[in-house]
């Protein structure tokens, strides 16, 4: 309808501007009121371990069910998340939610299942971050720390301040692991791998895409791959959609690899059911988490 306004560029985008502003300000107040609401849902996708082909890790992603507007895409939400603060109370509450799973799922099955987290970098430069009350709950929850993972993107460790280091140290400390997310889309600098002992990187989807349609994006793929590993890290390849790729990951050394050839991002108890233990499953977890 904006079209039919005419060929003056103002008039053009003036609508469709308030528009957005205006669907942007209702998101902020519905997602004020997601927590409390209890419409925000923790999910996983499963990490396969390719030389086992055996499921070992997850990453949880968070979905907010939108009473009117159904799914709302993480992509949507997380930004706005960022720019307004509301990615505090939702990162601690993923976190909470991601160590009592973990709790949970040992407890019941006996299987330990680390299970990935993301971070945003906002919520490490937050003088509250609540690195110490995560840890806290690790100690609660019995965990051992290894059995979560977090992950970072490059801007965080890029510029990591003093503050920054010290909350990576102290999640270090406790025995969580660090996972360097959407490697190759930044400036991929490779002295803060090291710097920031990061455990594991993982290779964005648009280089695995390109996997199998050319050698040179191989090539890349390969000599990240041997980079990683004389630095003492693991390799994860994300966003992985076909048996050739997945052929070609085998080929040259990528330890693990995520994506729909696998499986899509599943509810924790379609998890539970399809790649851990199933017999101990039962309506008990609801109460629990
Ligand atoms: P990410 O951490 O890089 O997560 C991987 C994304 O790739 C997920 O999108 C996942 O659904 C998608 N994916 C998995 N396999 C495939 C595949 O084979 N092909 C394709 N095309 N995509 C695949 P999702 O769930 O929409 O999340 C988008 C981003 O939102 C995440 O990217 C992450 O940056 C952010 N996010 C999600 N959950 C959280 C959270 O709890 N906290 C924070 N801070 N950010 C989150
Ligand atoms: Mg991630
Ligand atoms: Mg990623």
Known sequence: AAKNLGRNRFNYFTPSMQVYAKYRMRLIQDLRQALQNQEL???????????????????????????????????????????????????????????KQSAYWRDTLGTEVQISINE?????????????????????????????????????????????????KAYRDAGIQLSLDNFGTGYSSLAYLQQCHIDYLKIDKCLTNNLTASDDEMKLCEAIILMAHKLDIKVTAEGVETEAQRQRLVAIGCDYAQGYLFSRVVTATVFAQSYLQPQALDCKQQNYL
């Open 41 to 99: 849902e923790l999910h996983y996708q499963p990490i396969v371990e390719l030389k086992s082909g055996r499921v070992t890790k997850a990453e949880a992603l968070v979905r907010w069910c939108h009473p009117v507007r159904g799914m709302v895409s993480p992509s949507e939400f997380i930004p706005i998340a960022e720019d307004t603060g509301l990615i505090l109370d939702i990162g601690n509450w993923v976190f909470e939610q991601a160590a």
């Open 120 to 168: 945003s970098q906002v919520q490490f430069r937050d003088d509250k971050h609540g690195c110490r009350d995560a840890i806290a709950l690790l100690h609660e929850l019995n965990l051992k720390g290894a059995e979560l993972c977090i992950e970072v993107t490059e801007g965080l460790l890029q510029d990591a301040d003093i503050g920054v280091r010290a909350q990576l």
